[in-house]
């Protein structure tokens, strides 16, 4: 994907990723192109991209799973995500209790410059990217964009009031965009297969796979990549086996902690951003 990437201008990458309809992973749903496309053209500005890899919220391990068993994945995507948007330094803001990960990055990120794939002229491309991980610790406000990014300056993470946005004044006030690590990790393949191919998983307004992590009282507890669309029943009962001990299930939450409970009457809406707020809840971080 990277390699295919560095052939394209930047502003084709962005139009692909507007085209596979890629929506944030994080929980807002917005779309990812869009949000590239707003960060101003100007080389003599200094531009920033920052993995949201805090992931705090209570019930969701997806962006984990990615990064303890898949970090080149993730970098990759970073690599391409910069060049797209003219970044020439990318932060992972990582949840300070992820020691394992973090180490499992760093050993990453090492690997990456000394492939060449980091640092000066990338690939012969004359692109330029260094890539550092900044650990969080444990504060729950983090996995909020501008509250992370208060945390990186090394200020107390609290939210800024928006506008401006980081899209204009983001890390030490320089343009920046923010996106999760499961966003992240979609870029290479849609550089990759097309953005077609990515359009056509999932429904047409939220296309592609999405990693739902299912724990609690069920038999198979675990990360699940599914297109997106399939309905809370497939999930619980074909994909993690059902109830333990065949139990009635009572409540579930599609998002994490803080989203609205559901009952065993949604089972049949569907895991896609609109059919669960139609449903009266949000579909989250996973």
Known sequence: GLEAALK?????????????????????????????????KDPTIPKFLCCNADEGEPGTFKDRGIIDHDP????????????????????????????FGTKRLQAAIDEAYAK?????????????LDMYIHRGFGAYICGEETALLESIEGYRAQPRKKPPFPALAGL????????????????????EKGPEWFA????????????YCVSGHVKRPGNYEVPMGVTFRELIYEQAGGMRSDKLLKAFIPGGASAPFLTPNHLDVKLD??????????????
């Open 200 to 211: 056509k998983i999932g429904t047409p307004k939220s296309p592609g796979p999405k990693i």
């Open 273 to 286: 951003f609109e059919s669960v707020a139609a449903a009266g809840s949000m579909l989250g971080s996973g």
């Open 8 to 40: 394209l201008k930047p502003d084709s990458i962005i139009q692909m990723v507007k085209d596979s309809g890629l929506r944030g992973r994080g929980g807002a749903g917005f779309s990812s192109g869009l949000k590239w496309s707003f960060i101003p």
């Open 172 to 191: 030490y006030s320089k343009p920046t965009v923010i996106n999760n690590v499961e966003t992240l990790s979609c870029i290479p393949a849609i550089i």
């Open 116 to 128: 060449g794939y980091l640092g000066k002229n990338i690939s012969g491309s004359g692109f330029n």
């Open 72 to 99: 080149h994945l993730l970098i990759e995507g970073m690599i391409i995500t910069s060049y797209a948007i003219g970044a020439t330094n990318a932060y992972i803001y990582i949840r300070g209790e992820f020691v």
